[in-house]
């Protein structure tokens, strides 16, 4: 029978939690919705703030639950933060990954420039900068030709974020154009 006792208690303690849950967030609900029928609160306030009632609610009774079950709070909580610090050293390691590969999508969406056009990508104002033929975009470079040299012909590889932090000069058909960046 003690066998029994230790399982029903604390199931019924985490129905009871639930259940508790669910009534607090419909009570939460028609009071909110009463304020914003009488304040004239916008519709997209309403939703997000029942959203963020209801999640909240919800985080609370998860951890209630876990507590019943025998997980420590301090627990969940070390390993919340370890997850989390672990996540943001990963974005960060990969912004400027991310960067290019976005910019990528930004060169084909707005087209600065086109392969094999000649493109030159200033410095600042007016002085002369990185020159050269278009030859290849990829998700993080464009590769530019450049003029020959006493070695002949060399390749940059330029990465697609520096397209948008400063000005690009290009030549079409024999006449230049200069855009912004």
Not at 56 to 80: C, I, K, M, N
Request: proline letters at 4%; aromatic letters at 10%.
């Amino acid at each position: 029978m003690q066998e029994w006792v230790d399982v029903i208690v604390p199931g019924s303690q985490v129905l009871l939690i639930l259940v508790v849950t669910r009534l607090a967030q419909i009570l939460a609900k028609r009071l909110f919705d009463r304020i914003a029928q009488r304040y004239d609160l916008p519709p997209e306030l309403a939703v997000g703030v029942r959203r963020v009632i209801t999640f909240v609610l919800s985080v609370a009774a998860l951890l209630l639950v876990l507590e019943r079950l025998g997980v420590s709070g301090t627990v969940l909580w070390t390993a919340f933060t370890g997850f989390a610090t672990v996540g943001a050293v990963a974005f960060f390691a990969a912004w400027s990954v991310l960067s290019n590969i976005f910019c990528t999508v930004l060169i084909f969406i707005t087209r600065p420039f086109r392969l094999y056009e000649t493109i030159e990508l200033l410095e600042s104002g007016d002085k002369p900068g990185l020159k050269g033929k278009v030859m290849d975009i990829n998700l993080l470079y464009t590769t530019l030709q450049e003029s020959e040299g006493a070695e002949g012909p060399s390749v940059v590889q330029i990465p697609n974020s520096l397209f948008f932090q400063r000005g690009i000069r290009r030549w079409r058909g024999g006449h230049r154009t200069i855009t912004a960046g």
